[in-house]
Protein backbone atom coordinates (compact mmCIF):
# COMPACT_ATOMS: atom_id res chain seq x y z
CA UNK A 1 0.00 0.00 0.00
CA UNK A 2 1.61 3.44 -0.75
CA UNK A 3 0.51 6.29 1.76
CA UNK A 4 1.32 10.10 1.95
CA UNK A 5 -0.25 12.12 4.15
CA UNK A 6 -3.31 12.40 3.38
CA UNK A 7 -3.92 9.85 0.80
CA UNK A 8 -3.91 6.57 0.14
CA UNK A 9 -3.96 4.29 -2.78
CA UNK A 10 -4.17 0.24 -3.81
CA UNK A 11 -5.86 -2.58 -5.69
CA UNK A 12 -7.41 -4.74 -4.65
CA UNK A 13 -7.81 -7.81 -7.44
CA UNK A 14 -10.09 -10.17 -5.75
CA UNK A 15 -12.83 -9.22 -8.27
CA UNK A 16 -12.41 -7.74 -11.63
CA UNK A 17 -14.00 -4.78 -11.78
CA UNK A 18 -11.01 -3.09 -9.53
CA UNK A 19 -8.79 -3.94 -12.74
CA UNK A 20 -10.93 -2.35 -15.26
CA UNK A 21 -11.51 0.54 -13.13
CA UNK A 22 -8.05 1.52 -12.92
CA UNK A 23 -7.48 4.12 -15.77
CA UNK A 24 -10.19 6.08 -14.20
CA UNK A 25 -8.61 5.53 -11.20
CA UNK A 26 -5.46 7.38 -11.55
CA UNK A 27 -7.18 10.19 -13.78
CA UNK A 28 -9.23 10.88 -10.66
CA UNK A 29 -5.76 10.77 -8.67
CA UNK A 30 -4.27 13.03 -10.95
CA UNK A 31 -7.17 15.54 -10.81
CA UNK A 32 -6.96 15.43 -7.10
CA UNK A 33 -3.34 16.26 -6.67
CA UNK A 34 -4.11 19.26 -8.76
CA UNK A 35 -6.95 20.36 -6.75
CA UNK A 36 -4.50 19.80 -3.73
CA UNK A 37 -1.45 21.65 -4.75
CA UNK A 38 -3.45 24.76 -5.97
CA UNK A 39 -5.38 25.16 -2.98
CA UNK A 40 -2.38 26.67 -1.61
CA UNK A 41 -2.83 24.88 2.14
CA UNK A 42 -0.19 23.71 3.91
CA UNK A 43 2.30 21.89 1.91
CA UNK A 44 3.23 19.69 4.78
CA UNK A 45 -0.37 18.12 4.30
CA UNK A 46 0.02 18.30 0.26
CA UNK A 47 -0.15 15.05 -1.34
CA UNK A 48 3.67 15.36 -2.37
CA UNK A 49 6.19 17.55 -0.54
CA UNK A 50 9.70 18.39 -1.85
CA UNK A 51 11.17 20.95 0.67
CA UNK A 52 9.30 23.63 -1.23
CA UNK A 53 9.41 22.45 -4.47
CA UNK A 54 5.84 20.97 -3.67
CA UNK A 55 3.70 22.64 -6.29
CA UNK A 56 6.18 21.75 -8.95
CA UNK A 57 6.97 18.42 -8.28
CA UNK A 58 3.44 17.69 -7.51
CA UNK A 59 2.09 18.78 -11.05
CA UNK A 60 4.09 16.75 -12.92
CA UNK A 61 3.70 13.52 -11.45
CA UNK A 62 -0.32 14.09 -12.08
CA UNK A 63 0.82 14.93 -15.32
CA UNK A 64 2.57 11.50 -15.99
CA UNK A 65 0.09 9.66 -14.29
CA UNK A 66 -2.68 11.31 -16.55
CA UNK A 67 -0.39 10.31 -19.37
CA UNK A 68 -0.15 6.67 -18.56
CA UNK A 69 -3.83 6.22 -17.15
CA UNK A 70 -4.76 7.70 -21.04
CA UNK A 71 -2.47 5.54 -22.97
CA UNK A 72 -2.92 2.27 -21.45
CA UNK A 73 -5.47 -0.02 -22.81
CA UNK A 74 -6.23 -2.45 -20.18
CA UNK A 75 -6.80 -6.54 -21.38
CA UNK A 76 -10.56 -6.90 -20.72
CA UNK A 77 -10.83 -10.04 -17.52
CA UNK A 78 -13.86 -10.80 -18.44
CA UNK A 79 -14.10 -14.77 -17.05
CA UNK A 80 -11.23 -14.26 -15.06
CA UNK A 81 -12.25 -15.40 -11.81
CA UNK A 82 -11.44 -19.60 -12.16
CA UNK A 83 -8.23 -18.56 -12.52
CA UNK A 84 -7.58 -16.29 -10.07
CA UNK A 85 -8.60 -18.73 -7.57
CA UNK A 86 -5.94 -21.04 -8.75
CA UNK A 87 -3.27 -18.41 -9.03
CA UNK A 88 -3.88 -17.40 -5.31
CA UNK A 89 -4.13 -20.52 -3.94
CA UNK A 90 -0.64 -21.40 -5.37
CA UNK A 91 0.68 -18.00 -5.02
CA UNK A 92 0.26 -19.15 -1.12
CA UNK A 93 1.90 -22.05 -1.93
CA UNK A 94 4.90 -20.02 -2.85
CA UNK A 95 4.77 -17.61 0.01
CA UNK A 96 4.43 -21.04 2.75
CA UNK A 97 8.49 -21.18 1.61
CA UNK A 98 8.99 -17.47 2.31
CA UNK A 99 6.69 -17.44 5.72
CA UNK A 100 9.05 -20.68 7.25
CA UNK A 101 12.69 -19.46 5.77
CA UNK A 102 12.77 -16.14 4.50
CA UNK A 103 14.36 -13.33 6.91
CA UNK A 104 11.08 -11.96 8.92
CA UNK A 105 10.06 -8.43 8.28
CA UNK A 106 7.81 -6.73 11.14
CA UNK A 107 5.16 -5.46 8.27
CA UNK A 108 5.41 -9.18 6.36
CA UNK A 109 7.11 -8.06 3.44
CA UNK A 110 8.69 -11.08 3.06
CA UNK A 111 6.08 -13.29 2.17
CA UNK A 112 4.44 -11.22 -0.87
CA UNK A 113 5.61 -11.16 -4.12
CA UNK A 114 7.04 -8.60 -6.44
CA UNK A 115 5.71 -8.36 -10.26
CA UNK A 116 8.93 -8.72 -12.85
CA UNK A 117 8.35 -9.14 -16.55
CA UNK A 118 7.80 -12.93 -16.81
CA UNK A 119 5.05 -13.40 -13.58
CA UNK A 120 5.42 -12.95 -10.02
CA UNK A 121 8.16 -13.58 -7.83
CA UNK A 122 9.47 -14.41 -4.01
CA UNK A 123 13.29 -12.33 -2.50
CA UNK A 124 15.76 -15.14 -2.61
CA UNK A 125 15.94 -17.07 0.37
CA UNK A 126 19.96 -18.38 1.08
CA UNK A 127 19.97 -22.50 0.56
CA UNK A 128 21.86 -24.21 2.95
CA UNK A 129 24.30 -25.62 0.51
CA UNK A 130 25.04 -22.46 -1.04
CA UNK A 131 23.07 -20.26 -3.52
CA UNK A 132 20.03 -18.37 -3.22
CA UNK A 133 16.33 -19.80 -4.08
CA UNK A 134 13.73 -17.84 -5.84
CA UNK A 135 9.90 -18.95 -6.19
CA UNK A 136 8.48 -17.78 -9.68
CA UNK A 137 4.79 -18.01 -10.71
CA UNK A 138 5.61 -17.66 -14.50
CA UNK A 139 2.67 -16.35 -15.84
CA UNK A 140 4.25 -16.55 -19.66
CA UNK A 141 4.84 -20.10 -18.80
CA UNK A 142 2.77 -21.31 -16.75
CA UNK A 143 4.61 -22.66 -14.03
CA UNK A 144 5.94 -22.70 -10.78
CA UNK A 145 9.28 -22.30 -11.11
CA UNK A 146 12.07 -22.67 -8.55
CA UNK A 147 15.56 -20.85 -9.48
CA UNK A 148 18.85 -20.63 -8.07
CA UNK A 149 20.32 -17.43 -9.54
CA UNK A 150 19.57 -18.00 -12.97
CA UNK A 151 19.44 -22.08 -13.16
CA UNK A 152 15.78 -23.70 -13.02
CA UNK A 153 16.18 -26.26 -10.74
CA UNK A 154 12.13 -27.55 -11.05
CA UNK A 155 9.11 -26.59 -12.88
CA UNK A 156 5.78 -27.17 -12.15
CA UNK A 157 2.84 -26.93 -14.31
CA UNK A 158 -0.03 -24.98 -13.09
CA UNK A 159 -2.32 -26.03 -16.33
CA UNK A 160 -3.08 -29.43 -15.24
CA UNK A 161 -5.54 -28.46 -12.82
CA UNK A 162 -3.57 -29.76 -9.82
CA UNK A 163 -5.37 -29.22 -6.76
CA UNK A 164 -3.21 -26.31 -4.58
CA UNK A 165 -2.48 -29.09 -1.87
CA UNK A 166 -1.09 -31.59 -4.57
CA UNK A 167 0.74 -28.44 -5.78
CA UNK A 168 2.00 -27.55 -2.41
CA UNK A 169 2.84 -31.35 -1.56
CA UNK A 170 4.99 -31.44 -5.34
CA UNK A 171 6.82 -27.78 -4.56
CA UNK A 172 7.30 -27.84 -1.00
CA UNK A 173 8.68 -31.11 -1.04
CA UNK A 174 11.32 -29.67 -4.42
CA UNK A 175 12.20 -27.46 -1.75
CA UNK A 176 13.34 -30.04 1.13
CA UNK A 177 15.11 -31.60 -1.10
CA UNK A 178 17.35 -28.30 -1.24
CA UNK A 179 17.10 -28.30 2.33
CA UNK A 180 14.76 -25.95 3.03
CA UNK A 181 12.80 -27.96 5.69
CA UNK A 182 9.35 -27.24 7.30
CA UNK A 183 6.94 -27.12 9.40
CA UNK A 184 5.60 -25.37 6.42
CA UNK A 185 1.65 -23.46 6.91
CA UNK A 186 0.01 -25.66 5.29
CA UNK A 187 -3.52 -24.10 6.03
CA UNK A 188 -2.70 -21.01 3.90
CA UNK A 189 -3.16 -23.01 0.84
CA UNK A 190 -5.03 -26.84 1.23
CA UNK A 191 -7.82 -26.98 -1.08
CA UNK A 192 -8.62 -30.62 -2.95
CA UNK A 193 -10.22 -29.04 -5.94
CA UNK A 194 -9.38 -29.54 -9.32
CA UNK A 195 -8.33 -26.17 -10.51
CA UNK A 196 -9.30 -24.53 -13.55
CA UNK A 197 -6.67 -22.61 -15.21
CA UNK A 198 -6.27 -20.82 -18.37
CA UNK A 199 -3.13 -20.03 -20.08
CA UNK A 200 -4.82 -16.41 -21.86
CA UNK A 201 -6.76 -15.32 -18.87
CA UNK A 202 -3.69 -15.42 -17.06
CA UNK A 203 -1.53 -14.05 -19.61
CA UNK A 204 -3.72 -10.87 -19.49
CA UNK A 205 -3.83 -10.49 -15.84
CA UNK A 206 -0.36 -10.20 -15.81
CA UNK A 207 -0.18 -7.63 -18.39
CA UNK A 208 -2.70 -5.54 -16.39
CA UNK A 209 -0.38 -6.31 -13.65
CA UNK A 210 2.69 -4.65 -15.18
CA UNK A 211 0.63 -1.97 -16.49
CA UNK A 212 -0.52 -1.41 -12.49
CA UNK A 213 2.80 -1.97 -11.13
CA UNK A 214 4.78 0.58 -13.27
CA UNK A 215 1.77 3.20 -11.80
CA UNK A 216 2.45 2.48 -8.40
CA UNK A 217 6.18 2.63 -8.96
CA UNK A 218 5.72 6.14 -10.80
CA UNK A 219 3.92 7.13 -7.63
CA UNK A 220 6.15 5.62 -4.82
CA UNK A 221 9.30 7.41 -6.57
CA UNK A 222 7.28 10.40 -5.91
CA UNK A 223 6.65 10.02 -2.07
CA UNK A 224 9.20 12.57 0.64
CA UNK A 225 9.13 9.25 3.15
CA UNK A 226 9.91 6.08 3.65
CA UNK A 227 7.37 3.47 1.85
CA UNK A 228 7.16 0.07 1.41
CA UNK A 229 7.79 -1.46 -2.19
CA UNK A 230 4.83 -2.45 -4.64
CA UNK A 231 4.11 -6.22 -3.80
CA UNK A 232 1.51 -8.87 -4.25
CA UNK A 233 -0.41 -9.83 -1.12
CA UNK A 234 -0.86 -13.89 -0.97
CA UNK A 235 -3.93 -14.11 1.41
CA UNK A 236 -5.97 -11.89 -0.35
CA UNK A 237 -4.29 -11.75 -3.82
CA UNK A 238 -3.68 -7.28 -3.93
CA UNK A 239 -1.20 -5.37 -5.31
CA UNK A 240 -0.35 -2.28 -3.11
Known amino acids: MLIAPGFTIALFLPTVKWVSAFALLTRCVARWIKRKVNSNKDPATAILWYNGDTDHQATRWAQKVDRMAS ?20 SRVVSAVMRAHADSHPRWWHISLKVVPDGLVT ?52 VTELGLTGPFARDKFENDQARDYDPVQAQRFHDVLDHVDRIFKLHRASLPSEVGPVQLWPHGFDLA
Not at 79 to 86: A, D, I, L
Not at 154 to 169: E, V
Request: no cysteine; hydrophobic share 40%; proline share 7%.
Open 71 to 90: SQAFPSLDGFEPTRKTLQLY
Open 123 to 174: DDVPLPTGGLLTLKLDLRNHEIVLVDQGQVLRAFDMTLGTPASAMGDAVLSA
